[in-house]
C-alpha cells in the first residue's frame, strides 16, 4: 500500500519568528537565521522578503526625580546593526557550523567561572551552549530595554556597531594569517632577501592589524560603551586611573548586586590591560618607531623587539582576542542585568521622542 503524502493547508497560520528568549527547541538555527535582518536591511532568503521592524520605543523613567522620556531607536539604526551583524554571518564567506560558531567564543576564559558562565546563560548569553555567534547572543537590538534615563542612545547603539564591526576585521585578518602561513610551514625554501623573510613580513601584516584592532576594541568599552550608557558622555582624551576612579565610585551607586559581580570582572580586565603588550605594540605602530623581530624588516631603534617571531604574535593576538571577548561579554551582562526594565510603547507618529 502506498502511503499518501501530506498536503499542505493553504489555510494553515504561517509559523511565527522565534521571539527574544524563546527556547531555541522550537525553531531551528535556519529559521532563526531567516531573520537576521533586524531594520531595514535588504537581504533576502530564497523568495521570502526580509523581516522589517518600525522604530523602537520605550518609556524610560529616573528613578532619582520620578521624570520620564520616550526613546526611540530608529529602524535606520536598527538596520545598520542589522547589517554589522549580517557581515559576521555571510561576510567571511564559511558556512555557519557548530565548529565556528564555538570559534566565535573565548577559547581561554580569564574572570569568568563556571558559575558565572551558567548565569550569563539565564540572561540570554549562551556562553556555555554557545547556541549562536557570539555577537548574535548579544542581543544589541534589545537594549533599549535596559538603558538609562541618561544614556545617549545613538552614540551607545553606535558604539556598539563599531566593536561588531572591530570584531569582523579581526576575523578577516586572522583567516589571512592562517591561509599565508600556512603555506609557510608547507613551504621548504622560504624566499629570502638579505636578512627579509618574505613569507614572514606578508603573515606579520594581518597580525599587527589584529593588534590594533583588538586594542580598539578594549578603547570602544570603556571610553565610550560604559560612559555612554552610564551617563549618556564619551571619554575625551586619555582614559587615566583617576578618571575611572571618579565614573567607578558613580557608577557603583547605580548597579544592581547582579551587575556589580560583572562590573567588577571587567574592571580587573581593564587595569589587567593597562600596560600590556598589545599596547606597546599598538603604541609602537600608531605614536612611535615600530619593532618587528629579524625576517620582519628588523628595527633596532629602540632596542630589542619585545615579539621576536611570527609564532609569538599569533599567540599574542589569540590570547588577547580571547580576552577581548570576555570583555565584550562581561560589559553585555552589566547591561542585560539591569532591571527593570523599561516599558516598550507602540509605534506614534504623535509622539515626541528625545
Not at 145 to 169: C, H, L, S
Not at 190 to 215: F, K, M, S
Request: net charge positive; charged share 25%.
Amino acid at each position: 500500500m502506498s502511503k499518501r503524502r501530506h498536503k499542505p493547508n493553504k489555510h494553515q497560520k504561517k509559523t511565527r519568528p522565534q521571539r527574544m528568549g524563546e527556547s531555541q527547541n522550537t525553531r531551528s538555527r535556519f529559521q532563526i537565521e531567516k531573520r537576521l535582518p533586524i531594520g531595514g536591511f535588504s537581504i533576502t532568503y530564497g523568495s521570502e522578503q526580509p523581516t522589517r521592524l518600525s522604530n523602537w520605543t520605550y518609556e524610560v523613567s529616573n528613578p532619582d526625580t520620578g521624570q520620564t522620556k520616550v526613546v526611540r531607536i530608529s529602524q535606520e539604526l536598527l538596520s545598520t546593526l542589522s547589517e554589522a551583524k549580517a557581515l559576521l554571518h555571510f561576510g567571511l564567506g564559511y558556512p555557519l557550523t557548530s565548529d565556528r560558531i564555538a570559534a566565535s567564543w573565548p577559547q581561554q576564559w580569564r574572570y569568568l567561572s563556571e558559575e558565572q558562565r551558567n548565569e550569563l546563560e539565564n540572561l540570554g548569553l549562551y556562553a556555555v551552549s554557545k547556541k549562536y555567534l557570539l555577537t548574535a547572543s548579544l542581543h544589541v537590538e534589545s537594549f533599549g530595554e535596559r538603558i538609562y534615563f541618561q544614556t545617549n542612545v545613538p552614540g551607545f547603539f553606535d558604539a556598539w556597531i563599531e566593536i561588531i564591526w572591530q570584531e569582523y576585521v579581526v576575523e578577516i585578518e586572522l583567516n589571512r594569517f592562517q591561509s599565508l602561513y600556512k603555506s609557510v610551514q608547507s613551504t621548504k625554501m622560504h624566499t629570502q632577501v638579505d636578512g627579509l623573510i618574505l613569507h614572514n613580513a606578508e603573515a606579520w601584516i594581518p597580525l599587527e592589524n589584529c593588534a590594533v584592532r583588538i586594542r580598539s576594541m578594549r578603547e570602544r568599552l570603556a571610553r565610550y560603551i560604559i560612559p555612554l550608557y552610564f551617563f549618556g558622555e564619551k571619554f575625551i582624551g586619555d582614559v587615566d586611573k583617576k578618571q575611572w576612579k571618579e565614573l567607578d565610585a558613580q557608577i557603583r551607586k547605580i548597579l544592581n548586586q547582579q551587575q556589580t559581580i560583572f562590573y567588577d570582572l571587567f574592571f580587573q580586565f581593564w587595569n589587567d590591560t593597562q600596560n600590556d603588550a598589545l599596547k606597546s605594540l599598538r603604541d609602537d605602530l600608531i605614536h612611535n618607531l615600530s619593532q618587528r623581530p629579524s625576517g620582519v624588516i628588523s628595527s633596532k631603534i629602540q632596542g630589542k623587539a619585545l615579539i621576536n617571531t611570527v609564532d609569538e604574535l599569533y599567540q599574542l593576538v589569540q590570547r588577547e582576542h580571547s580576552r577581548i571577548r570576555e570583555a565584550i561579554l562581561l560589559v553585555t551582562a552589566v547591561i542585560r542585568a539591569r532591571t527593570p526594565l523599561n516599558k516598550i510603547l507602540p509605534e506614534s507618529s504623535t509622539t515626541k521622542y528625545e
